[in-house]
């Protein structure tokens, strides 16, 4: 197992009597929009806030678990579709799976091409990380995203998962929630 799986393994934090997580935890106040959780660094969460800001928060490395049993943190696991991240959000989902991810509700797992031409072994891997996950959303590559900054218009695949998250609404849930960490 590469170093860098093994330490997103090891536990750092508990909460309430849940299994040790592999992420740090914080204490996430109720809401309608959906947790991004970043696998990695560099996993793709702020592209994906950016294609609809009223519908996501951004919780990064750590992951948002509910203040209140009876309305549970919604999130996506977010990965970019190189090793190093498919095997991070494969550690994430065996750790989900195991049940160290308190009072959330995974969603699903987003996966970002790093490139235009994904090479065929990552594009297989990607399918068989994410059919742990309840579901799978492959989003492309956006060019020009590293010297043009975030676009204007998101490819599709970003509205097909919303769509997906929405259940058919792209409207925002709510208009006001947190955008980031809560103490």
Known sequence: MPAAAARLLKPSGQ???????????????A?????????????GCTTIL?????????????????????????????????GRGLEAAR???DAWRRGSFGQTQLLGLAVTM???RTPRE?????????????????????GGLDLDGFPD???????????????GSVEPASPDPPTGQAG
Request: proline share 11%; hydrophobic share 45%.
């Open 114 to 116: 790093p490139a235009r």
């Open 91 to 93: 550690a994430l989902l």
């Open 50 to 82: 950016r294609s609809s800001p009223a519908s996501y928060a951004n919780a990064g490395r750590t992951l948002p678990v509910s203040r209140d049993p009876a309305q549970p943190s919604r999130i996506v696991l977010c990965a970019m579709c190189t």
């Open 15 to 29: 909460v309430d009597g849940l299994a040790e997580s592999p992420l740090p935890i914080f204490k996430a106040p």
């Open 31 to 43: 809401t309608n929009r959906v947790w991004l959780v970043a696998a990695h660094g560099g996993a």
């Open 122 to 142: 990552l594009r297989r891997a990607c399918l068989l990380v994410g059919s742990a996950a309840p579901a799978l959303w492959r989003l492309p590559w956006i």
């Open 153 to 167: 218009r998101y490819p599709s695949a970003y509205h097909r998962m919303l769509k997906d998250l929405t259940g």
